[in-house]
Nanobody, 121 residues
């Protein structure tokens, strides 16, 4: 079992930055691929970024603005979000799956409770 707890969301003006954190329980954190997803009101929960031992993935809309990183010693994954836009407003979820990265929501086994990010124009 893996438990995930997100933090770092909030309200920010367009062009600003936020860093989300996701702390994971368990002793095998380094073997899991970690993903960040987001869900805006009335929309599906979609991948934003993912990272594993083998590489990283970013959805096109955040490339060059968001950076996913992980500290395996701290069992934590981060999402640094720069140049935020109003369309980035959503609840952001951290998720974990064993093995390599995936952009498929259904492949992730463990989920955090989500943290709200609101970007004002």
């Amino acid at each position: 079992q893996v438990q995930l707890v997100e933090s770092g969301g909030g309200l920010v003006q367009a062009g600003g930055s936020l860093r989300l954190s996701c702390a994971a329980s368990g002793r095998t954190f380094s073997t899991y691929a970690m993903g960040w997803f987001r869900q805006a009101p009335g929309k599906e929960r979609d991948i934003v970024a993912a990272a594993s031992r083998t590489g990283t993935y970013y959805v096109d809309s955040v490339k060059g603005r968001f950076t996913i990183s992980r500290d395996n010693a701290k069992n934590t994954v981060y999402l640094q979000m720069n140049s935020l836009k109003p369309e980035d407003t959503a609840v952001y979820y951290c998720a974990a799956k064993y093995g390599s990265t995936s952009n498929e929501r259904s492949e992730y086994d463990y989920w955090g409770q989500g943290t709200q990010v609101t970007v004002s124009s």
